[in-house]
């Protein structure tokens, strides 16, 4: 059994569907994060409270770490397996025509990772009480840390990749459990497209607003 | 016309090898890639040294002994080409060419250019064969079967096991491979029979042995020679699932 549950299949099976997850996960994260370009805190406010108190969003929150672990860790063991699969490299570069953003998960992921560690001490980790801040108003926290530039710089950088990533990431996932067709395959594609530029610029675009336009 | 050769010379698996560079000269346009290495082993003989050593048999594209990575392409930067049916032409007079083996943990180097790929007869023993008895060559009809599978089945059929798709994958996975040797039975009634076993067996071989995992880059489907493609892999995932 533990042969089938460690599989190479078995493995990209599991991250696969915690990637897709994950995937539904973020227009939500962006739906709220939007509410920041109202002038009043209020809305924004209530929709984070409702996110940290709702009891069936408590449920989907434990969902949630659990996909991200474990899209984290299986996706680091993967990657440990394929740079064993290769000990010498080539010395030439390998040029096989390949989509460029699929050859670089790993660290566009690893970058993202990051990135979501410092999310977490920016606003979890208030929620917590581990760091200092008012839980109840998001909205000002938000807004105070879209006013320094080095944040901002870091974040619209960290959204490029996560571009990158979803890029091949949501077709990758279809491709992975095994759904590939002659007419839906190119849709999902150019769905893929549509998403990894849509998400990342509905999220670069709040500090755009509260940064250089206000 | 005159090229400049970079070739990984490697005496053994245990070495570790290096680049070798020769100025040869002479080369003519008609020659295949394969036949101008003969002439630079020729060479090399009669100047009392060492000949490269590469894996070659039909020279035609369909054996799959040859491959190479050369400047940077597996089998060639002629895409759908096996490395012997490339030919001298594609290159220009003065060019450097670099050649290397094929790379990964799976494929140890036995010497300069060639390399063990053994590994994929074991993923083959575990289970890329029909044991139950179909009987004599039947009528042709007998067995129905979709056309769109018979012709599907003789597409991922025609994968002669070269290991480019190994060699052109960053993870070094045999997924492409694997997934034309489960596709070739699985469209088929007889294959149908013990697919179940055979994707369980031919997967926990195959990692086994150590190759990597895919992460669908598609690199493989761009250097196969003979045109496998990803949905194959799309389909041995649905296999595996299906088995359990
Ligand atoms: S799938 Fe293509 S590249 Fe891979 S072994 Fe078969 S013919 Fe060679
Ligand atoms: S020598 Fe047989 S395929 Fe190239």
């Known amino acids: 059994m533990n042969k089938v549950l460690y599989s190479s299949i078995s493995k990209k099976f599991v991250m696969a569907l915690a990637g897709l997850f994950l995937l539904t996960f973020l227009p939500v994260h962006l739906a709220i994060n939007l509410m920041l370009l109202n002038d009043d805190p209020e809305p924004f406010n209530k929709a984070a409270h409702f996110m940290s108190t709702f009891p069936f969003i408590k449920v989907v929150e434990v969902v949630l770490f659990v996909a991200i672990m474990i899209h984290v860790i299986w996706g680091i063991l993967l990657q440990v397996q394929n740079w064993i699969a290769r000990p010498v490299a080539y010395k030439a570069p390998n040029r096989s025509d390949t989509s460029p953003f699929s050859r670089f998960m790993i660290w566009t992921g690893g970058s993202i990772f990051i990135f979501l560690i410092l999310h977490f001490f920016n606003f979890y980790f208030i929620k917590l009480g581990i760091v200092e801040g008012d839980p109840e108003n998001f909205y000002s926290v938000a807004h105070n840390l879209f006013k320094i530039p080095a944040y901002n710089i870091i974040y619209w950088v960290c959204f490029i990749l996560l571009g990158f990533h979803l890029h091949h990431a949501f077709y990758s996932a279809f491709q992975t459990l095994g759904l590939n067709h002659r007419i839906w395959t190119p849709v999902v594609k150019v769905m893929a497209a549509v998403y990894a530029i849509a998400i990342p610029i509905g999220f670069a675009y709040i500090p755009f607003v509260i940064w250089i336009l206000k | ?244």
């Open chain 2, 1 to 244: 016309m005159k090229v400049r050769l970079k070739i990984w010379r490697q005496k053994n698996s245990k070495s570790k090898g290096a680049f070798a560079t020769y100025d040869f000269d002479g080369v003519s346009p008609e020659m295949s890639f394969l036949e101008m290495l003969d002439a630079l082993n020729t060479k090399l003989v009669q100047e009392g040294r060492e000949p490269v050593a590469f894996d070659h048999d039909c020279r035609e594209g369909i054996c799959g002994s040859c491959g190479m990575y050369i400047n940077g392409y597996p089998h060639s930067p002629v895409p759908g080409i096996t490395t012997c049916h490339l030919s001298m032409r594609y290159f220009n007079d003065g060019d450097t060419i670099t050649v290397e083996p094929w790379r990964a943990k799976t494929f140890p180097v036995i010497k300069d250019l060639m390399v063990d790929r053994s590994a994929f007869d074991k993923i083959q023993v575990a289970g890329g064969f029909i044991s139950v008895n179909t009987g004599a060559a039947p009528d042709s009809n007998s067995i129905p079967c979709r056309k769109k599978h018979a012709d599907e089945a003789f597409d991922s059929a025609s994968c002669i096991g070269c290991g480019a798709c190994v060699a052109a994958c960053k993870n070094a996975s045999a997924m492409l491979f694997l997934s034309a040797k489960i596709s070739q039975l699985a469209l088929l009634p007889q294959g149908r029979i013990e697919a179940k076993e055979r994707v369980r067996e031919m997967v926990s071989v195959m990692d086994e042995l150590g190759f990597g995992n895919c992460s669908n880059t598609g690199a493989c489907e761009a250097q196969c020679p003979k045109g496998i493609k990803l949905t194959n892999i799309a389909r041995l995932n649905r296999e595996y699932y299906k088995a359990f």
